[in-house]
Nanobody, 118 residues
Framework: QVRLVESGGGLVQSGGSLRLPCAAP????????MGWFRRAPGKEREWVAG???????NYADDVKCRFTISRDNAENTVYLQMNSLKPEDTGVYYC????????????WGKGTLVTVSS
């Protein structure tokens, strides 16, 4: 059974850093494109970053140069390293994948809360 399990959220001051792991039992993170999304309070969920099966990373404009998505194939985990955090980065962060074998099938984690204080 596929599960995505995020962790690493918490309270951090503006300018600080957090690293969010997304463990993915049931799938292989290097065989499926993986992504991070977030939902800020009162806003729609938005895409933050993604990593392709080939390892190419892409970022939303407002996190580019501050966030880094990566994966550890041995640990079967995708990471989101967040630096220079701003209060507007506050939100629930979700990990997501679409199965390479059937892109119509998607899985979401339950999310982890990141709060950035000013």
């Amino acid at each position: 059974q596929v599960r995505l399990v995020e962790s690493g959220g918490g309270l951090v001051q503006s300018g600080g850093s957090l690293r969010l792991p997304c463990a993915a039992p049931g799938i292989s993170v290097n065989s499926n494109a993986m992504g991070w999304f977030r939902r800020a309070p009162g806003k729609e969920r938005e895409w933050v970053a993604g990593i392709s099966r080939g390892g190419a990373a892409n970022y939303a404009d407002d996190v580019k140069c501050r966030f880094t998505i990566s994966r550890d194939n041995a640990e079967n985990t995708v990471y989101l390293q967040m630096n220079s955090l701003k209060p507007e980065d506050t939100g629930v962060y979700y990990c997501k994948t679409n199965l390479a074998s059937d892109l119509r099938v998607e899985y979401w984690g339950k999310g982890t809360l990141v709060t950035v204080s000013s």
